[in-house]
Antibody, heavy 120, light 109 residues
């Protein structure tokens, strides 16, 4: 079935780095934009970044620009988020989502999320 | 960046009540307005895309409307399984970024 599975969440110290992965299955991964969305504990949803099908266009939220890098490997049906120089405010659940460009950019498939905790 | 303002931030409703949640964009966003529902500990779920297109499997008591900058999500007759938090999202200003509303928490009385 159509599925996204995130991994890589962990406890990391401020200033440290982490790489999140998202494995896609059940659909043609390379046909879709993909996004990362995060949610701090007890807070709302915050879009983090998106990447187009070929990776030719990438956009970031101002809060992560210059620190996070989104990438994809269509041959491996995988999406990544490289997180550098992390801060306490980066703590939260990180979701990957299928960003359906043919349906008004609705996020129609979500993973279960992976928890990132930034703390010394 | 486009700001999305939802109201109310929370509400309580009785079974069978009609509930309306509003979402206002800081500038026009055409039809790039989507609605999601999230329950505690779960990933969000897409309910409505492009203002009013109900996703497969979503009950017909849910509906969306609006245009330009003002949009609404309506539940015609609230059911116990409708508790959770609802978010609107604009995906119009993608050079500037995609933004979510702050969420509306729906409790069942």
């Amino acid at each position: 079935q159509v599925q996204l599975v995130e991994s890589g969440g962990d406890l990391v110290k401020p200033g440290g780095s982490l790489r999140l992965s998202c494995a896609a299955s059940g659909f043609i991964f390379g046909d879709y934009y993909m996004s990362w969305v995060r949610q701090a504990p007890g807070k709302g949803l915050e879009w983090v970044a998106y990447i187009t099908t070929s990776g030719s266009t990438i956009r970031y939220a101002d809060s992560v620009k210059g620190r996070f890098t989104i990438s994809r490997d269509n041959a491996k049906n995988s999406l990544y988020l490289e997180m550098n120089n992390v801060r306490a405010e980066d703590t939260g659940v990180y979701y990957c989502a299928r960003d359906n460009w043919s349906a008004w950019r609705a996020f129609d498939i979500w993973g279960q999320g992976t928890m990132v905790t930034v703390s010394s | 960046d486009i700001q999305m303002t939802q109201s109310p931030s929370s509400l309580s409703a009785s079974i069978g009540d009609r509930v309306t949640i509003t979402c206002r964009a800081s500038q026009t966003i055409a039809n790039y307005l989507n609605w999601y529902k999230q329950t505690p500990g779960k990933a969000p779920k897409l309910l409505i895309s492009a203002v009013s297109t109900l996703q497969s499997g979503v009950p017909s008591r849910f509906s969306g409307s609006g245009s330009g900058t003002d949009f609404t999500l309506t539940i015609s007759s609230v059911q116990p399984e409708d508790f959770g938090t609802y978010y609107c999202q604009q995906s119009y200003s993608t050079p500037g970024g995609i933004t979510f509303g702050q969420g509306t928490r729906l409790d069942i009385k």
